[in-house]
């Protein structure tokens, strides 16, 4: 037993350091994750990785989460996983749970300054990813079109049926009329932690809880129930990216009442500020909420609301990944979603990200030149955002 504890033991202080560092985004914390698991510890090989990140790219969630998560898995199991995706994420978590706190001390700073910095910072960042997921994902006139129609409907149509309705669309509309690049697929070794009858009842305990808290939640008025509802089908939906999460969680939390948008978006905005995964933005705003769970309990609460579908998805998955991912329906399904959900992350940048912040002229120019350092400069956006908050409450 004590030979067990130490590997995991072990692998919880790898994903630590990396949870505190590693700044810049999922494609960054990919980047560090070959480092340490390719370069440094060479428990996989390229081909391996690159399997992993391809699965976790085609799977709904944080892909970089994901990744974290499958390498614990594969590693030690169920041990591994959960160790490598707490490592990984409390960290953020943590942090974003204070400033939630720090923010509720201060009273109503809607009208701060440094809030309508963060706000700013917050319309660059998502400018940001709105450019590179469209150059990456819509490359020919039928992407595009599948975007800009995604993004019309929802903005029409702001509800979450209608963000669901234009991701089926999407995957519809690239299975029929989109054809996927031929791609070499390296073959994988057997692992002795994955099991596809364990595979399949992770898959079916996803279905099963996306749809049972969904009834429950429109049949009953529990909070515990609605809050886990509501971020466990955020998490089930977000395809090309973390910022998608952005439009579920403003429908989820800011339209229901549970966070006021002022609020939302400064905490979005602090977000980009902490290393370590976007969807840790969830626990800012379980910790914001204004009715029970709410706090420390709450921000935990939603975290894990919000990871419980990409835990049971990549674990269901790991052992059917080799059979799907030669499938060339699958990938064309795949490359309309990703298409589809670049328009649902035009829509949302417009409503309520650019709606709320860009309130003036100089506060258009502000979020210009956020774009410009954050785009063509490189600044990172953690440094962005503690910039934009100081210019923000020196300006403003």
Known sequence: MTRNRAPLFSLFLIYLRLGLTSFGGPVAHLGYFRDEFVGRKKWLTDEAYADLVALCQFLPGPASSQVSYAIGYLRHGWAGGILAWCGF???????????????????DASGAGWVLGLKLAAVAVVAKAVWGMATKLCRNRTTVTFALVAGAVVLLFPTVWAQIGVILCGAIGGWILLSPPDTKWSRTEPNPNLSHRTGLLCLISFAVLL???????????????????????????????????????????VQTGWVDQSTFLAGYGATQAVPGPLFT????????????????????????????PSILLVSGLL????????????????????????????????????ISAVISPGAAAFALFAFLLLQFWKMPPWALVILSGLAGWAVF
């Open 319 to 354: 052992p059917f990944w080799d059979r799907i991912r030669t499938n060339r329906s699958a990938k064309r399904a795949l490359a309309g979603t990703n298409a589809a959900v670049v328009g649902l992350l035009l829509a949302a940048f417009y409503n309520p990200v650019w």
């Open 89 to 107: 994420t409390l960290p953020s978590a943590i942090a974003l749970i204070l400033f939630a706190y720090g923010l509720a001390a201060i009273g």
């Open 281 to 308: 933005f969830s626990a800012f705003l379980g910790a914001s909420m204004n009715q029970s769970p709410a706090g420390w309990f709450g921000g935990l609460y939603c975290l894990v609301a919000i990871y419980v």
């Open 211 to 253: 749809v049972g808290f969904w009834i429950a939640g429109s049949l009953l008025s529990s909070s515990y129930i609605q809050y886990f509802d509501a971020f466990y089908r955020s998490g089930s939906l977000v395809f090309g990216g973390g910022h998608v999460v952005l439009p579920l969680l403003e429908e989820a939390v």
